[in-house]
């Protein structure tokens, strides 16, 4: 069955610096893959979604990669503030056509 | 536009109670999605809907049912609550398509099962 792997512990980075964080899976390749944001007591919201055919996407300061030879996505945040500490999870379909989420990893950006 | 609500935000029950969890959405959309998140597991599929009238399991449906008698709105029942049961509801809806299926999500249900 599609596994997704995130990172469990915890990244803390200084404010300023670019933040990466890794989605790893097995078995079934996506046609697209899709990363979210979640804040504490909240639910999670869509940030950006990346199709098998695209090497990169951006949004202002955010940047996510999709490697289908690495089964792999990074989702980088570029200057990275304070008000980016969240849990970021990872999504991608399934073969049975359904998004499965990763367990997230939590961002803290220090100042 | 609310998005998507969940209600109640919060609830406790006894083991052996029931529940209805109830998720509306204003955003047309025909899909509709129950999950659970637990720490250490991340958010798991328990039932979800491709349109009104229709329901389908997902991946931990055990112990659940669920209702899709209008487009807008979708109903988590537990008709015997376990303490199993004990964590945080989300309702999702998305507008899919072959290229994507965006979710967004409700702010949550946080329920405790005594």
């Known amino acids: 069955s599609q596994k997704i792997e995130q990172n469990s512990e915890a990244l803390n980075i200084q404010e300023g610096k670019t933040a990466t964080l890794t989605c790893n899976y097995t078995n079934y390749s996506p046609a697209y893959l899709q990363w979210y944001r979640q804040d504490p007591g909240r639910g999670p919201v869509f940030l950006l979604l990346?199709?098998?055919?695209?090497k990169e996407k951006r949004k202002e300061r955010l940047k996510v990669t999709f490697d289908t030879t690495l089964k792999q996505s990074l989702f980088h945040i570029t200057a990275s503030q304070p008000a980016d500490s969240a849990t970021y999870l990872c999504?991608?379909?399934?073969?049975?056509?359904?998004?499965?989420f990763g367990q997230g990893t939590e961002l803290s950006v220090k100042p | 536009n609310a998005g998507v609500t969940q209600t109640p935000k919060f609830r406790v029950l006894k083991t052996g109670q029931s529940m209805t969890l109830l998720c509306a959405q204003d955003m047309n959309h025909e899909y509709m999605y129950w999950y659970r998140q637990d720490p250490g597991m991340g958010l798991r599929l328990i039932h979800y809907?491709?349109?009104?009238?229709?329901?389908a399991k997902g991946e931990v449906p055990d112990g659940y049912n669920v209702s899709r008698l209008k487009k807008q709105n979708f109903l988590l029942g537990l008709e015997s609550a376990a303490p199993s049961q004990t964590s945080v509801y989300f309702c999702?809806?998305?507008?899919?398509?072959?290229?994507?299926?965006?979710?967004?999500f409700g702010p949550g249900t946080r329920l405790t099962v005594l």
């Open positions: 809907s491709v349109g009104e009238g229709t329901t």
């Open positions: 999702a809806s998305s507008y899919r398509t072959i290229a994507s299926d965006t979710q967004y």
């Open positions: 990346i199709r098998e055919n695209e």
């Open positions: 999504a991608l379909e399934n073969q049975g056509g359904k998004l499965i």
